[in-house]
Every structure is written in structure tokens, then in C-alpha cells.
């Protein structure tokens, strides 16, 4: 298959995240709305475009203070940096349908190099004979790396919210007419 244009089914895609809380739990949330750019040949990823954009607004962890928390300067700083993005640079093939996505991974103005694992989970035909692929990732950040340095002391000791964020992302895309 040739490279082609593919648009992210956002109804049924995710990007999720996780951080520790209180050392003791976690707390999950997502980012509802994102959208995507991508141009592969899902046989061959090595060569594609891939370029993602994020509504910080969107950010949804089931809990409206925490969200607005999380939107305010203390954190992403949404009114100055309303969207984060990643740009893919290097894709690698590292085994079967599995690679490394390392690109640019922007948040509150702050770059980083940042590399996903990536599955390709296949592809096929929706009822409606459009050709849909399915691709899932994952990567942990260090949330200080891009100044969202927030935190509270515990009186137990440690700290309210975690350094490292993991970042989950579950992707359908339909191939472009």
C-alpha cells in the first residue's frame, strides 16, 4: 500500500494519561478533543507524517475543580498555551508491527524530545467499505520537563501529585477517498 491520508475517528480514539496521587494512588484523565495529521502506509510506518494537536480546554479527569485546577497557570496555563502538540521526526520499526515514535512533544511552550511505543493493531473494511486502521501508544514524561512543576506537600510526607505522567493513546483512523 502506498503512503496515504488517514483521519483520527475521534468517537472512537482516546488519549488518556496517569499520574500518582497522594504517592498512594492515581488519578486518570483524558483529553476529549484532539485532532491528527496523519500520511502512512500502514505496512511501512517508517516514513510517515504524523503530527497531533491538542485542546488543552478539553481536559477531562471527571471532576470539575480538578480540571479547572488543571487548566489554570498552576499547570497547563490553557489561557496562554490553549494547545499541546506532538510532531513525529523519527519512526523506527522495532519488531513485527511494533516501533518507536520520537518527536517533538510541545506542552505550555516547552519542548522535548518524547518517544512513544507504538503498535499497528491492523486494519480492515467498516460496513460502509471504508478502510480503517488501528493504532495503539504509550510513553511516560516527566511533567517538570515542561514546567508543570505544581505541587503540595503532604504532611505524611512526599508530595501531592506525581513527577512522571504516563500517556495512553488509542487510535482508529479511516483512510482517506
Same mark, same amino acid.
Do not use: C
Given at each position: 500500500?502506498?503512503?496515504?491520508?488517514? +483521519?483520527?475517528?475521534?468517537?472512537? @480514539? @482516546?488519549?488518556?494519561? $496517569?499520574?500518582?496521587?497522594?504517592?498512594? @494512588?492515581?488519578?486518570? =484523565?483524558?483529553?476529549?478533543?484532539?485532532?491528527?495529521?496523519? &500520511?502512512?502506509?500502514?505496512? /511501512?510506518? %517508517?516514513?510517515?507524517?504524523?503530527?497531533?494537536?491538542?485542546?488543552?480546554? @478539553?481536559?477531562?479527569?471527571?471532576?470539575?475543580?480538578?480540571? #479547572?485546577?488543571?487548566? !489554570?497557570?498552576?499547570?497547563?496555563?490553557?489561557?496562554?498555551?490553549?494547545?499541546?502538540?506532538?510532531?513525529?521526526?523519527?519512526?523506527?520499526?522495532?519488531?513485527? +508491527?511494533?516501533?518507536? $515514535?520520537?518527536? #517533538?512533544?510541545? *506542552?505550555?511552550?516547552?519542548? +522535548?524530545?518524547?518517544?512513544? #511505543?507504538?503498535?499497528?493493531? =491492523? !486494519?480492515?473494511? #467498516?460496513?460502509?467499505?471504508? %478502510?480503517?486502521?488501528?493504532?495503539?501508544? !504509550?510513553?511516560? *514524561?516527566?511533567?517538570?520537563?515542561? =514546567?508543570?512543576?505544581? /505541587?503540595?506537600?503532604?504532611?505524611?510526607?512526599?508530595?501531592?501529585? =506525581?513527577? &512522571?505522567?504516563?500517556?495512553?493513546? %488509542? *487510535?482508529?483512523?479511516?483512510?482517506?477517498?
Amino acid at each position: 500500500m502506498a503512503k496515504v491520508n488517514w +483521519n483520527v475517528d475521534t468517537a472512537h @480514539s @482516546s488519549l488518556e494519561f $496517569v499520574v500518582k496521587h497522594m504517592m498512594i @494512588s492515581k488519578a486518570k =484523565g483524558a483529553f476529549n478533543d484532539f485532532e491528527a495529521v496523519i &500520511e502512512a502506509d500502514p505496512d /511501512n510506518l %517508517e516514513d510517515a507524517k504524523v503530527e497531533f494537536t491538542v485542546d488543552i480546554n @478539553s481536559i477531562d479527569t471527571r471532576k470539575k475543580d480538578r480540571d #479547572d485546577h488543571l487548566r !489554570s497557570a498552576d499547570f497547563f496555563d490553557a489561557e496562554n498555551h490553549p494547545k499541546m502538540t506532538f510532531v513525529a521526526t523519527d519512526i523506527k520499526k522495532k519488531s513485527g +508491527n511494533n516501533y518507536d $515514535v520520537t518527536g #517533538d512533544l510541545t *506542552i505550555k511552550g516547552t519542548k +522535548n524530545l518524547v518517544t512513544f #511505543d507504538v503498535e499497528y493493531e =491492523g !486494519s480492515g473494511k #467498516d460496513p460502509w467499505g471504508n %478502510e480503517v486502521a488501528g493504532f495503539s501508544g !504509550s510513553t511516560k *514524561i516527566s511533567r517538570k520537563e515542561f =514546567g508543570l512543576t505544581w /505541587n503540595a506537600a503532604l504532611e505524611t510526607g512526599g508530595v501531592m501529585v =506525581g513527577d &512522571e505522567v504516563k500517556i495512553n493513546i %488509542e *487510535i482508529e483512523a479511516i483512510k482517506q477517498a
